[in-house]
Structures are given as C-alpha cells and as structure tokens.
C-alpha cells in the first residue's frame, strides 16, 4: 500500500510539474509564436531558404525565400519571392507590428488586401497573432 501511494504522489508530482511548465511556455509570447509559427503553419516552407540538400538554411530561418511550387492552372497575383518575415518591427515601427497581427487576424494586409497566393488566410485569435509577432520580431533579420 505505501508503495502505491509512493507511486500516485510521484505520478501527480510529475504530472503536476509537466502542465506549470506547459503553462509557462504558453504565457510567454515568443515561445508561443515560436510554437504558431513552426509547428502549426509551418511558415518555414515557403518564407526559408534550403540548401542543396533540400534542408532548411537555419542562418537565414525565415528570411525570405523562392516559392519552391507553381499552381496546376495559371493564378493571378501569385508570389514568386515569399518575402523575409525575420525581425519583423525590429526598426522601431508599430505599424509594420500591427499591419502583420491585422494579416494573421483577418487575411488582409494593410491595404485591405488580401495576401498574395500561396499565402493563406489565417484567422488567428488576437493572442496568437501578437505571439507570432513577437517571435518573429525576436529573430535576426541579416
């Protein structure tokens, strides 16, 4: 029986600890967005460069890149060039920040513009949209 009792209070310890960590990560923005960004949307595959090994180039992780595929059928407006989003509002500017959480928001730029294609349209909740902010603004932009 003691040792039961041994084994829940460890389980419940770990358990414990396991969600203070989670939780902590997810209160602070920059690992968030980290999270958004390289996990969830996966922004890498269009806005990172890659080597001759077809591996992501991480000297210049998110700093813009060639799109690496065309549609099947001719497509208006299509980006050739995915532009760097690494340090993002790193030159003081709000509006660039605020600009980019209105894109992530509601799919359209500052010009009330939808992003060119194969950029999708994203309808992050506020939170998130500043926690990628955040992340991206924390990178060297080179």
Known sequence: MLKLLATVITL?????????SVTAQNNNP???GQYLVEQVAMCADCHSPRNEQ????RVHW???APIG????FPMPAWAEM??????????GSTQEEEAV???????????GMPAR???????????????VVAYLKSLNSN
């Open 12 to 20: 419940f310890t770990v358990a414990t600890t396991s969600v203070t």
């Open 69 to 72: 595929f065309k549609p099947i």
């Open 117 to 131: 294609p194969p950029m999708p349209t994203y309808r992050l909740s506020h939170s998130d949209a500043v926690a």
């Open 62 to 64: 998110l700093q813009g």
């Open 30 to 32: 920059i690992v968030r």
């Open 54 to 57: 077809g591996e992501f180039d």
């Open 101 to 111: 959480v209105k894109l992530l928001e509601t799919g359209l730029n500052s010009q």
């Open 82 to 91: 995915a532009p760097s989003i690494a340090g993002i509002g790193n030159e």
